[in-house]
């Protein structure tokens, strides 16, 4: 399975073994069960439990710092193949951008169809706006003459405005490291949980679920199937309050010795005023219980909404400070665009994008290859 970790090891190579035969198969090894600590008394939502003491750090603590690479062989489906799977995703996206270049001349009526493209792809105004002085800057520079050419130009264009988007999420410098995911109903975000839980558990992380999503029906069941599926832990209490299931976690997988914990928050619609104030709350108590958390902040986005995902990246930003996006769902859009608007308004790292509903469907954002499979 793709990964999108890897350990730090020693800079002295090692000897090269002398060739054996292939040892049999050994099982994959097992969490054993950890007696879980005494939780913090039930919380109510009027209330917020007392910091806990920071923990002694333990010694010779190696911080890991994961980065995305390519698959291990045997991988079932290497990077390539989920490329041309992202290519036909944004097929959709991407003709509608693409017709715009079979014409003969590089003229006015060029530039007024392709504005015309990317606005309907949901690029937005100022993205696009920014993208045709950047292409025609590019086109003079290089005296192109070919109307072919000048879509090589613009996947050149978009590359370097989602440039700053491309981030790998970073594991292992904090212990645990607290993620808080967020979004609206609908957008993937327990699927997302689910996805990244396998890969971190598959990079031999220590994962502690925390199912805070206590609102919504079959949410606390759903990512217990994946916590089994993935053999990690999980904290949930059957219609307790969101903070204090998140502050037990918290301090559940300090006390474990967990490498991530990841808490699943209820959906929440940026006009829902009352209830993203709830968010904050928790994002509060999670500092309480460990001073320098949530380290990350996490919005999960639909790719098909267009423009609302831009609002909602707003929206979400400015109630909790986002420090990255996963964006879902982006095979079959016709509004792959609005990543370009993403970076241009508000330029948050996209860690994950997400083309279908199998595990090695979620993968790391590069902003060449999103480029060159919406355009070419």
């Not at 996206?93 to 006015?108: C, E, L, R």
């Not at 089994?228 to 307790?240: F, N, P, Y």
């Amino acid at each position: 399975m793709f990964s999108f970790f890897k350990k730090k090891f020693s800079s002295s190579p090692a000897p090269e073994p002398a060739p054996v035969a292939a040892p049999a198969p050994t099982p994959a090894p097992v969490l054993a069960p950890v007696p879980a600590p005494e939780l913090a008394p039930e919380l109510t939502p009027a209330t917020e439990p007392a910091a806990l003491p920071a923990p002694a750090p333990a010694a010779a603590a190696v911080a890991t710092v994961p980065v995305a690479v390519e698959a291990p062989a045997p991988a079932p489906e290497p990077r390539r193949s989920w490329i041309d799977k992202l290519r036909q995703g944004l097929r959709k996206t991407g003709s509608s951008i693409a017709q715009v270049f079979t014409g003969t001349q590089i003229d006015d009526a060029l530039y007024e169809e392709l504005e015309e493209a990317l606005l309907m792809a949901d690029t937005g105004v100022k993205a696009t706006e920014f993208l045709l002085t950047d292409l025609k800057r590019r086109v003079k520079e290089a005296k192109a003459t070919d109307p072919q050419a000048v879509r090589g130009l613009l996947v050149e264009a978009l590359a370097e405005l989602l440039k700053p988007l491309e981030k790998s999420l970073a594991v292992g410098q904090h212990s645990p490291t607290v993620m808080m995911v967020v979004g609206v109903n609908g957008a993937g975000k327990t699927t997302s949980i689910g996805k990244l839980t396998r890969h971190l558990a598959e990079a031999d992380q220590k994962v502690l679920l925390a199912a805070a999503d206590t609102f919504r029906a079959a949410a606390r069941e759903q990512l217990s199937v994946w916590a089994d599926r993935t053999q990690v832990q999980i904290i949930s209490q059957e219609g307790g309050d969101p903070a204090s299931v998140t502050f037990d976690a918290v301090a559940a997988g300090r006390a474990r010795g967990c490498d991530v914990v990841l808490a699943d928050t209820a959906g929440r619609l940026p006009t829902q005023l009352h209830l993203m104030e709830e968010l904050k709350k928790i994002k509060r108590v999670i500092t309480k219980a460990q001073a320098d958390a949530p380290h990350e902040v996490l919005l999960v986005v639909d790719g098909n909404t267009g423009q609302n995902a831009l609002s909602q990246v707003k929206s979400f930003d400015d109630a909790l400070g986002l420090t990255g996006l996963i964006v879902t769902k982006l095979d079959g859009t016709a509004k792959g665009g609005v990543l370009a608007a993403i970076a241009r308004e508000r330029a948050i790292p996209v860690y994950f994008i997400g083309v279908g509903e199998k595990l090695e469907d979620l993968q790391t954002f590069n902003a060449r290859e999103f480029a060159q499979a919406l355009l070419e």
